[in-house]
């Protein structure tokens, strides 16, 4: 599975990102899809995924109410509406892919977003 995300930039505090992640290659029996986030000098972070079937979704408390996860099977594709954003949600971004419920085992290139105060 490859991971294309995309959506990343520079905005100022309360404004609004949508990221997007395209998977390509053996994507079936895809079980969910994360985003993830690393910000400088700290660890790699969950902050929300999506079941492929169903459409469950996870948030970390830190993004809950504020960001949004959703996903087109028909484009393999997952996006993450980022709203009301805060400097300390500048990071890089990673979407990760779990097939089969094996763990995150496919992950993305990453897309920084930076929030100005």
């Known amino acids: 599975v490859q991971l294309q995300a995309s959506g990343g930039g520079l905005v100022q505090t309360g404004e609004s990102l949508k990221l997007s992640c395209a998977a390509s290659?053996?994507?079936?029996?895809?079980?969910?899809m994360g985003w993830f986030r690393q910000a400088p000098g700290k660890e790699r972070e969950f902050a929300a995924s999506?079941?492929?079937?169903?459409?469950?979704?996870y948030y970390a408390d830190s993004v809950k109410g504020r960001f949004t996860i959703s996903r087109d099977n028909a484009k393999n594709t997952v996006y993450l509406q980022m709203n009301s954003l805060k400097p300390e949600d500048t990071a890089v971004y990673y979407c990760?892919?779990?097939?089969?419920?094996?763990?995150?085992?496919?992950w993305g290139q990453g897309t920084q977003v930076t929030v100005s105060s």
């Open positions: 990760a892919a779990d097939r089969n419920n094996f763990g995150y085992n496919y």
């Open positions: 290659g053996r994507t079936y029996n895809m079980y969910k």
């Open positions: 999506i079941r492929w079937s169903g459409g469950d979704t």
